[in-house]
Every structure is written in C-alpha cells, then in structure tokens.
C-alpha cells in the first residue's frame, strides 16, 4: 500500500527585504499509517515551514512552493501543493490535522472550548449543536481530561498547558484525520507532563490508525515514539532513517553531534554532554558546499576540500538509509568508534 | 458576576458623588457672585443681600450641597410669599437668567444632543470598523492607502474646520434651508424633519471620529490575524470567512468597545462645536451659553454632573459587556 503522505522535492522559500528565505530546500519523505515519522533538528532548520507547506497554510501570494504534497486518500491522490485553495481547505482538520507548539496562544481566549471543538465537528458533520457537544465531550474523555462532561463549557484559560494541549489534540482528532501533523507538542510543557502528552499521542494514533509527523528538536523524545526519523538541518533533510539505524549506525556527523549532546542511560553517568559548537548558518546565505561545514568536525578527512565546494547529494546506503555527507562508510566507522556507544 | 455587579455599582454612585461634591466646591469658590449677577439695574448691598437670600447663598457651602442634593429627590422651593416659586424632583436647581427649571431645560436639551450623538455613533462605527478590517485585509494596497489618507485627514482637521466645510459645501449646493436650519423635531413626529436637521452634523461628526476607529480596527486587525489560535483556525479548516467573522473580529473589536463607550459618553455630554455651528439646541450648546453669557451656576452644575455621570455609567455598562465577551475577565 502507499504511504498516505508523500512529500517530493517540495521547495518553500519567502521573500523578504533581507533575501530570500529558503526555509525548506528540497524535501522529501513519506509517511504511512500507523507509522510515525519524527522531524528533528535544531530552531530554525524548517520544520515548521515544511509541514506547514504540506497543510496549505502558508500565505501563497508571500510564500514561494513547490514540489508535491500527496496525500493518498481513498477518493484517489491529491497534491495539496498544487490543489486549489479550496480543496486544501477541505481537506484541513478531515483528512489531515495539526496541533501547535504553544497550547496557550493557539486556542482562541474568548470560546469555550466546547465550542471550538464543536465548530470543527460541524464542519464536516451533520448534526444537531447537542451531536456537536457530545461528540466534544466523548473526545475530551478520550485525551484524558477529568470530568469533561462539565469541563467542555469552560474557557481554555481555565486549563493548564498540559490540559490545553489534551484539548488541542481531541480538537485535532475530532474529524478522524488520517494523518495528524504534531508540531512540537511537547515543547512549551513541563518535563512530566511531556511523557504523558507523547503516550497520549502514540495511544491516539493506535486508535485512530493514523499517519503521524512529529516534530521536535529533542531528538531524546523520539526514541519512545517514532518509527523513523528524518533530521532537518538548515532547510535540508540530511539524514533519514529508522530510529534503532538513526541511534546506533547514525551517518551524519550533524546526527552524531545531536545523539551526543542528549543523555544516555547505556553510556553511564560521566559522560559529558556535548552541545554542537556554533549556531546554524542563516537560512538567505548559505555557505558553499555542505551547510554543515563550519560546525563539522570531520570536514578534514574528506579529500579536496570538497565539503566547501560540493553540496553533497542524498546518498541512499540502503532504501531506508540516507545521509547527505561526503564522508565513506568506513570513515563513519571510525568515527562513530571513536564518539563511543555507536557501532 | 452578581458580586462583580454589586461591587461595581457601588463603586459608580461613590465616584458620581465625589463628583458631584467636586463641581459643587469649584463653582462654589469661583469669584464670581451669581447674587451680584442678576441683581439687576438698581443695585445695593442691600438687594444683594436679598438676592444671595433668595438664591439660596446665604448658608454655608455644605448646607447648600444638602439642600440640592435633597432637591434630587423631593421638590425644592425657593423664595416666600408671592416671588415663591418650585422645581419637581429630580431637581438641578432653578435658573434665574432663564426663569426655568435646570431639569426642564435638560429635558428639553438633551434629545437634541442623544439625537445627534446616536446618528453620528452609528455612522462613524460602521465607517470606522468597515473602513478599518478593509484596510487591514488589504494591507498595503490601494484601499489601505485610501484609509491612511480618510485617518491623517480625519484626526489632524479640528472638528470645527470640518463643520464649517460641510456647512459650506452644503450651502453652496442648497442643501440648508435657513427657516429650518437647526430646527428641533421629534423623530417620531416628524421622521423626515428630524433627519434633515440631523444629517450634516452626523456626517461631520462621523468623519472626525472614524478616522481612529479606522486606525484602531486596522491595526487590531493585523494584529489578531498573526495569533496562533487564527492560525488554528485555519488549521480546522474553516473558511476566511468564517476566520474573520468568528475569530479574528470578536479579539480585534472586543478591546474597541471600551473606546467607543466612552467616547459615546462624552458625546451625550454634548458636542460643543457642532451644535453651536450647526445651531442645535442640545447640551453643548447649553453648557457653553451658560457659561460665556450667563454665568449660570445651577445650569453649569447640572450639565457638569449629567456629563461626568453618563462618562462613569457608560464605564459600568462597558466593563459589565467586555466581561461578557472576554471570558478571561470574568470574575466568580
Ligand atoms: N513567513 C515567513 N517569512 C519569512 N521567513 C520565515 C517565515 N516563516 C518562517 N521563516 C523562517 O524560516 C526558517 C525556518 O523556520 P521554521 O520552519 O519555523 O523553523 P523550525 O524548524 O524551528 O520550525 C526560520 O529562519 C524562519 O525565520
Ligand atoms: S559533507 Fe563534509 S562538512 Fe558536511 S557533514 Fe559531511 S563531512 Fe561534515
Ligand atoms: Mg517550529
């Protein structure tokens, strides 16, 4: 069967008085049901930019796409890159759904959330405001939130930031979306409350057999719930793997420099944690060559200076395995050695 | 929101009587004489004295804050004999210049002034908001630029330069008929007359309000638009109609409320200018009168008071709606 989303070549950059922004640089990924496909990488490297592509809600006339969002549906294929405006809308919060960052800011202060979550209901559902209510109701029981029932009348100030984030995601979940887009919602939440949220996640994609993108920028929260990982870096995926391939043979030195800057259990308690020296490049001037190069460490053992002239091109080790690296499969060895724990 | 009520209404008949002890002390101890003011052509000490009897002056300063409060809630009489005359409760006072009651005189005054003000208000909130989410939805084009020009134009003529312009044009097209000009009709009398006395004050009030209505609900607009939860909106797939309809008015213009209310307010105090320019016989109008010519102390009193309380009322009645609309203010 086809995976439900296919992302291809899709290239999304913004005009701005400074230059132009190239947020994402030619993407591609898919993603089935029932799977679960992280998106990691540092602030700034596009992951928003990109899933926000794939949902039709960046501003066409500032925003420049394209390439191809597919999501096979039933009905047959639909490109929401090239679809009309109109048709992407509709396929918002039915076939595909999102939830935000900041549970806070992203419902509106002055409905009850009983009311936001009926209003997506009706959208696409016949009903009565009472169907509507009870439908919310049955949702919120769904996520986890005590007492909903009465609750589904209260305002969203009412409810704390992991409550908020529960009633984002029955929000989202409301219509049967076959895919859910999460984009890191776990982020603005308190460490405890973090867990809870992603088993709330892996136990709703279960339920609802749906094709997950999650993004985050802890590549620690992944291992838990993803089945593959894409990581992001400077507008580009320059690594794509399963996640025990991406944890234990990771062919990016960009990887390697983010498994080694979360803990560890299998590593023991006096290994130092190592943050990746340098910030990432700015997104209108990329350098030459690898986008990576000023923060790499290993630029050095590959011959002619290549990294700085060449971009390296998606190299596909196996179908499930790829990295955008000039470096071979036997310095990657060495590498991963010498950085300890990988093999 | 009971208690909120309660806690509020309480608040606003303290403030409207700290105000009413204030204005009473200013004019109180304002140097001029009311008794010397209207003692007429013979005067001496003697009939001064008299007058400040008659007038009610001759006490102390709080005896007479008594005696008109008191003649808020029963009829008050003044003078004995046959010069003995009264004002029914709920009384201001008596205006000698006028020889009237001052609530007789508000009576009369202040459906002038309602009159223009609910025209003008109408008008300049629909102006204003409809011109603002056009500019906002079209930033940067024509139509924002046209609303730019509609606000510098609007806030920096004075309201008076406006009128006279309007009165011009409008003369000059025969628009003012001279017999009818500012002629008071009861709009349920006489709909058409009303609307023909009315509608040039309300177009000129209206422009020069709109213009910060239209830059209010630009910006608000804007602003709104660029919130996660709009974001979340469009997420759920509901239409840009909807969007705006629904999401994005309700968070732009709930904060206009509180503007529009007070401004409302000031406007029923009554519109100096444009009732005197457009020669309306509303509270503006009264107010200036009483004070340039007349030295009219129970008149100016109770204007004073009547626009200092409708300012705290419209205040409770603006916070009672914005805990309405914005949950988030609700208290219990
Ligand atoms: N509408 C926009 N206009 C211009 N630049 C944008 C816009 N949206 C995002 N960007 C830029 O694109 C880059 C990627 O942003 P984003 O996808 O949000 O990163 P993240 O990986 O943290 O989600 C950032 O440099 C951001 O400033
Ligand atoms: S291509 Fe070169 S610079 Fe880029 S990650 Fe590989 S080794 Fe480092
Ligand atoms: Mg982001």
Redo the contacts with the bound molecule.
Sequence with gaps: MKPFLEVKNLFVS?P?EDGV?R??DDISFSVSRGETLAVV??????????T?AVMGL??RK??NISGHAILNLPTGPVDTISAPEETVRKLRGKSMAMIFQDPMSALHPYYSIGNQITEAWSLYNDGSKADGTKRAIELLDLVGIPGAAKRVEEYPHQFSGGMRQRVMIAMALVNNPSLLIA??PTTALDVTIQSQILQLLRDMQKEFNMAVVL?T?DLGVVAEVADRVCV?YA?KIVEQAKIDELYYRPDHPYTLGLLNSIPRVDRGGDQRLQAIPGQPP??ISLPQGCSFRPRCAHSKLVPNNRCATDVPELYEKTEAHGSRCHLTESQLVQIRTSAGGHS | MLKFLAKRLTATVVVIGLISISVFLIFSYLPMDPAALTCGKACNPVVIAANRHRLGLDVSVPVQYGRFVKGLFVDRTWGEGAAKFSCPAPGFGYSFNRHECVTQLIKEAFPVTFSLAIGSFILWMLLGISFGIVAARKQGKWQDKAATAFVVAGVSLPVFVTALLTLLAASKLGLVNPIEFGRWVSPFTDPIGWLKTFYLPWIVLALFSSASYTRFTRSNVIETSSEDYIRTARAKGLSEKVILRKHTLRAALAPLLTLAGIDFAVLLGGAIFTETIFNLPGLGRLSINAVLTDYDLPVILATTMLAATLVVVMNLIVDVLYAYLDPRVRVG
């Design positions: 913004f701005t922004v947020a994402s990488g540092e602030s700034g490297s596009g992951k928003s930019v990109t926000l960046h501003n500032r925003t984009d890191e993004i920028h992001m507008g700015s997104l």
